[in-house]
């Protein structure tokens, strides 16, 4: 009864006895490896054919009683295991040599190739869906401002009024300068390398104070109260400019979904060789179905013109930059905490590595 139910088992059942001889070979190991009980049962484990016999005898004589994730390749295609073994104890006979004290074994084979190949569509079809996003919005951005340039232009064939003449071609270079700057920001996104020339040695409060200073600028930053609650001595090994950007970022969206009056908050403390910045607001909040798309680039819920969409998405590139990490917490209503945690020094050793 037990026999038939490891036989019937929808797990590749193998057991060995002690001398590496294949006992059973159940019908879902005959399946994953192609090898037919009868030509497993009763054969030497090493003996079976490639690549099973050499994996299964390498694993039989492993330390490790499970290997996760393994990829085989088998008649020219990759396909994951997880392997498992007990040993089976049974009595040795009084006379046998201790060098051949092996136990009888059973070994687990688990298939893990079609969650595998799942999870790999998943992933493609997640990065086209970006990439989608990323080039409607970029055709968005630059269509506005093109279409722009592309009618004023054609006004200014039959303009005599060189006044109306002036004021179409200064519109037309700020429609310009628009493109530019997105093109710039784009290029500095997808910039290999990453970190930009200015690592140094700074205080968090003092980048915070001028962050804040610009959001200040700002109409939304104006009726908003920021508070610096960064500890004084608190320095970290950077691109101070990288940081100022994300911390600007970070704070004109708090202070966009602010309503007038209320507070954010920034705090910066060192939690073991990691510096932990917050920046928490008492706005509206995120809705649950957006947050998984906040840091793609272009992911927007502002009126056009009043966002790009790219803040979040430079933010989440310039702290990967860094080997750090940015993760939002937040609820509809209920205000927002953005976490980013940076390694204190380091970039000490990427500087040291490359000057
Ligand atoms: N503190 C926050 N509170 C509420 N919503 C936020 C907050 N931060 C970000 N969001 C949401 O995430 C979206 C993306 O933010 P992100 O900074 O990337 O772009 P944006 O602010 O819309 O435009 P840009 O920053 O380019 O001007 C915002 O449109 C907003 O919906
Ligand atoms: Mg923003």
């Known amino acids: 009864y037990h026999r038939q139910i490891l036989l019937d088992l929808p797990l590749g059942v193998c057991t060995i006895d002690r001398l590496r001889t294949v006992t059973i070979w159940n019908l879902a190991m005959e399946v994953m490896t192609g090898v037919p009980a009868r030509d497993a049962i009763g054969v030497s484990l090493h003996r079976l054919p490639a690549p099973w016999g050499h994996l299964l005898a390498g694993f039989a004589?492993?330390?490790?009683?499970?290997?996760?994730?393994?990829?085989?390749?088998?008649?020219?295609?990759?396909?994951?295991?997880?392997?498992?073994?007990?040993?089976?104890?049974?009595?040795?006979?009084?006379?046998?040599?201790?060098?051949?004290?092996?136990?009888?074994?059973?070994?687990?084979?688990?298939?893990?190739?079609?969650?595998?190949?799942?999870?790999?569509?998943?992933?493609?079809?997640?990065?086209?869906?970006?990439?989608?996003?990323?080039?409607?919005?970029?055709?968005?951005?630059?269509?506005?401002?093109?279409?722009?340039?592309?009618?004023?232009?054609?006004?200014?064939?039959?303009?005599?009024?060189?006044?109306?003449?002036?004021?179409?071609?200064?519109?037309?270079?700020?429609?310009?300068?628009?493109?530019?700057?997105?093109?710039?920001?784009?290029?500095?996104?997808?910039?290999?390398?990453?970190?930009?020339?200015?690592?140094?040695?700074?205080?968090?409060?003092?980048?915070?104070?001028?962050?804040?200073?610009?959001?200040?600028?700002?109409?939304?930053?104006?009726?908003?109260?920021?508070?610096?609650?960064?500890?004084?001595?608190?320095?970290i090994t950077a691109d101070r400019q990288g940081i100022s950007q994300i911390l600007v970022n970070i704070l004109t969206n708090a202070c966009d979904a602010s309503p007038p009056g209320s507070r954010v908050e920034l705090h910066a403390r060192e939690i073991d060789d990691q510096v932990r910045i917050e920046v928490q607001d008492q706005g509206e909040g995120i809705e649950e179905q957006d947050l998984s798309y906040i840091f793609e680039p272009f992911f927007t819920t502002k009126a056009p013109g009043d966002g790009t969409g790219l803040g979040l998405a430079i933010a989440y590139k310039i702290v990967s930059d860094h080997q750090g990490a940015i993760s939002i917490d937040s609820e509809k209503g209920r205000g927002t905490r953005v976490i980013i945690e940076l390694p204190k020094t380091g970039l000490n050793a990427i500087t040291a590595e490359t000057s």
């Not at 968090?204 to 959001?215: G, K, N, P």
């Open 61 to 235: 004589s492993a330390s490790d009683e499970h290997i996760h994730h393994l990829e085989v390749t088998h008649q020219g295609k990759s396909r994951w295991f997880n392997l498992h073994k007990a040993a089976i104890p049974a009595p040795l006979p009084v006379d046998h040599p201790v060098e051949e004290a092996r136990t009888s074994q059973v070994i687990l084979m688990e298939d893990l190739t079609d969650l595998e190949t799942l999870e790999a569509e998943l992933a493609h079809s997640e990065r086209l869906a970006s990439i989608g996003r990323l080039a409607a919005g970029v055709a968005h951005e630059i269509g506005n401002p093109v279409t722009g340039i592309a009618s004023l232009a054609q006004n200014l064939r039959h303009e005599d009024d060189q006044e109306l003449v002036r004021e179409s071609i200064e519109e037309i270079l700020k429609q310009t300068q628009r493109i530019t700057t997105i093109v710039k920001t784009l290029m500095n996104f997808s910039r290999g390398g990453g970190i930009g020339g200015d690592i140094q040695d700074f205080s968090i409060r003092d980048v915070a104070d001028e962050a804040i200073r610009l959001v200040k600028l700002t109409r939304h930053g104006r009726q908003v109260q920021c508070e610096n609650l960064c500890q004084s001595d608190l320095n």
